[in-house]
């Protein structure tokens, strides 16, 4: 009786150790799997232009922020002419390459993770400065641009230098600029039609110049055109647009 007692024991004893053995070495491999994935220890920003409800706050984003000139704090964005808003196109995109990039072991913030027509914002003082907090190693801007029909392809829009903003980011975000174009080319995308060599520059887009990382803003694609917003509007047409930004991101990084 004392023995089958032990021998029961045993078994209770080894029925309680297996779970905990097995998580541990879970936890184990999978910390070794995470530190053994190419982004693993990088944050990244990620920036969904617009917010779906500015059309209906158009009193709060008119509010002028300073960002090395008055600007206003937002605007509605535009749309594909059968009313897809670029605020839909441009959250369902970041979220694609959020999912991406963390599957590669990165850590990703945005900034906003709502796509709401109750909600507005945020401003582009803070958009700019948002990842510097965050420990950001970059930040990339989501937009699709409203153009005349004609013009399609994408641009890349990289800040000037601006003393007192941009004098910090400039080069790297002239790095980040080149690197995301050919990326989005190895992507399978098509450099814009209406702006000379898909890159542009610019001294008044808050979200550049209030960054204090290497910056970038995208503008996917015309919504306008009638091609693009056929992309635009298909899932799998904005999966290869955030699997493009990816490759841009991780050229970049060389990693
Ligand atoms: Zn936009």
């Known amino acids: 009786m004392k023995l089958l007692r032990s021998a029961a024991l045993v078994v209770a004893l080894v029925a309680l150790a297996a779970p905990s053995v097995q998580s541990q070495a879970r936890a184990t491999s999978s910390t070794v799997g995470s530190q053994s994935l190419p982004l693993s220890g990088l944050t990244i920003a990620i920036d969904p232009g617009h917010q779906l409800g500015n059309s209906t ?59 709401s027509s109750s909600a507005w914002g945020p401003c582009v003082d803070y958009r700019g400065r948002f990842g510097k907090s965050q420990h950001a190693a970059l930040k990339v801007s989501i937009h699709g641009d409203g153009a005349p029909a004609s013009g399609r392809g994408f641009h890349v829009i990289r800040p000037a230098y601006f003393r007192g903003y941009t004098d910090d980011i400039y080069k790297s975000s002239s790095a980040l ?31 550049l110049n209030m960054s204090d990382i290497p910056t970038v803003m995208t503008e996917l694609g015309n919504m306008r055109n009638a091609s693009d917003a056929s992309m635009m509007k298909s899932r799998s047409g904005r999966q290869k647009y955030a699997a493009a930004i990816e490759r841009g991101i991780r050229l970049y990084l060389g990693r």
């Open 177 to 207: 600029a080149t690197a995301m174009k050919t990326g989005l080319i190895r992507g399978g995308l098509k450099p814009s039609t209406y702006i000379t060599g898909g890159m542009s520059v610019r001294k008044d887009l808050g979200t």
């Open 57 to 115: 706050h158009t009193r709060q984003i008119a509010r002028l922020v300073w960002v090395g000139s008055y600007k206003a704090c937002n605007t509605t964005g535009t749309s594909t002419n059968s009313g897809y808003p670029e605020a839909t196109f441009t959250f369902d995109v970041a979220r694609r390459v959020k999912n991406d990039l963390e599957r590669l072991g990165a850590r990703v913030v945005m900034t906003r993770t709502t796509n």
